[in-house]
């Protein structure tokens, strides 16, 4: 039941109140990301990977045909839109990626209500003004639309399993097919969701018929094999296969995997890393051919069907440095730096003359407690903030399990442990933006369940010191 001063969603309740507070926050949202556009340098917008993504859409624009050797078609088809729309096509995309941005807020709190009323503002404010998603904003880079996509097929799973009717399982499917075209790791959790729906269905309505347990997993599959079905056609007459990613990102992804590992267990440069990692797979072509082999000539296929041993040819020691290294920076690099790099303001970026050379964790830490630079403060503050919001996210999720909210344990964990695995070795702060809002829902229910837990021990202790009194004065 709801009252006459709230408005219903699909499950999710906003107050009156809730929507103002919601609408002044948006207002100031969008107030701040036109003051950030303002600052920052119309350079910093295209990054190392926007031409791989523009260039596909400006065929699209120009000649009316798709090719890219790396790209799935979501963000160029995003792009072209723009182009098609206006010449200055980087702004106009800034602008979609805001309001997406906003949307991806609504749908956190939409899930977060689920699970935990009154958080509805609080979460609003953290994922708009989240430090690791603002920079890509304003950057041509697919992470914003990825990030709403996947919080829409969330929100949509999530009603799936809550509700009997079947169009929660065909939106599902949609966001599904749309995120899997827009970022390659979207397609495996996607092959996952008939078994979560399947599991949490069974566990949210008890003693149904297997007829109806099956058929939302089924539709999910139809709608989602047919939103990606015209681009799985699309590879199969040009490139004569099925696959939804294409052979040279699977090698991309491998290669950035065993370069990662190389780079932050050694604390090498990339080019030094990579260098090594041929360097290794020169020695292992060299013990099959019995000839020296000259790393140069070491290419990627090479790499990634040796990918394996390569990998163990790391002490083990280098390789548990780099995982934790790259576990640590994946969930606590706040994106301090590519704020900086994108702002007007000189006395805010941030680069490795403050640390004295090339970064790493132990020179990081000794500069932190020797430096007065502002930047350095600024990104240390950030950090503390962001091991806060971790903290409170593991008190969310113990909160969940002791009130046995299985359907979101279940959830969080396996969105959260999926990206970790598939991204988290790469060590870049901006393939965490999509499960962000997950962990700030976690964070956010923590705090509430810390401050209830608090409230109810004063209440306590207030009732055994009357008790106490009374007792005295009898």
Same mark, same amino acid.
């Given at each position: ?102 949307? =991806? &807020? ?5 899930? +977060? !209500?689920? %699970? ?5 503002? @609080? *979460?609003?404010?953290? #994922? ?47 966001? =599904? &097919? ?5 970022? +390659? !790791?979207? %397609? ?5 969701? @008939? *078994?979560?729906?399947? #599991? ?275």
């Amino acid at each position: 039941m709801t009252s006459d001063n709230s408005i219903e969603n699909s499950g999710s309740v906003f107050s009156k109140d809730d929507i103002v507070k919601l609408g002044i926050i948006a207002l100031i949202f969008l107030a701040f990301n036109a003051g950030y556009y303002a600052l920052s340098y119309p350079e910093s917008r295209i990054q190392f990977d926007s031409p791989s993504y523009i260039e596909p859409a400006e065929m699209l624009v120009n000649e009316f045909k798709y090719e890219s050797v790396l790209r799935l078609p979501g963000y160029p088809l995003l792009i072209a839109g723009a182009m098609a729309i206006t010449n200055n096509y980087v702004a106009a995309v800034i602008v979609i990626q805001i309001g997406l941005t906003l949307c =991806a &807020g609504v749908f956190a709190v939409m899930i +977060g !209500n689920y %699970y935990l009323q009154k958080i509805s503002w @609080p *979460l609003f404010l953290l #994922v708009l003004f989240n430090s690791a998603v603002m920079p890509y904003n304003h950057t041509i880079l697919p992470d914003v639309l990825f990030m709403v996509l996947f919080l829409g097929y969330l929100l949509f799973l999530i009603k799936t399993v809550k509700d009997k009717s079947l169009w929660n399982a065909l939106w599902c499917g949609v966001f =599904a &097919g749309l995120m899997t075209l827009t970022r +390659g !790791n979207g %397609y495996y959790l996607s092959l996952l969701t @008939p *078994l979560l729906i399947m #599991v949490c269905y069974i566990g949210e309505f008890k003693n149904i018929g297997f007829k109806k347990v099956a058929i939302k997993p089924v539709i999910f599959l139809i709608v989602f094999a047919a939103v990606i079905s015209p681009w799985l056609a699309f590879n199969y007459k040009t490139k004569g296969t099925l696959s939804v990613n294409t052979s040279e990102y699977m090698d991309q992804s491998v290669i950035q995997v065993l370069v990662g590992v190389d780079r932050l267990g050694k604390g090498a440069t990339f080019f030094e890393a990579f260098d090594s990692v041929r360097e290794k797979a020169a020695e292992i072509k060299a013990s099959e051919t019995g000839e020296y082999v000259d790393p140069k000539t070491i290419d990627g296929d090479y790499l990634v069907s040796h990918g394996r041993e390569i990998f163990f040819m790391h002490p083990k020691k280098d390789n548990a440095k780099a995982i934790l290294i790259a576990t640590g920076l994946f969930y606590f690099d706040p994106g301090y730096k590519p704020i900086a790099n994108q702002l007007k303001i000189e006395c805010l970026h941030l680069d490795n003359s403050v640390f004295g050379g090339r970064w790493t964790v132990g020179r990081f830490f000794k500069t932190l407690f020797s430096s007065s630079s502002l930047p350095l403060i600024l990104d240390v503050g950030l950090i503390g903030f962001i091991v806060l919001l971790r903290i409170l996210a593991v008190v969310g999720f113990f909160a969940c399990f002791k009130g046995k909210d299985w359907q979101l344990l279940m959830f969080a964990g396996v969105t959260v442990l999926y990206f970790t695995v598939t991204t988290g070795l790469v060590a870049y702060a901006r393939y965490r933006v999509a499960i962000e809002p997950v962990l700030l829902i976690l964070a956010v229910m923590g705090a509430t369940y810390c401050k209830d837990t608090w409230q109810k021990t004063r209440a306590i202790d207030a009732k055994f010191k009357h008790a106490n009194n009374t007792d005295i004065n009898a």
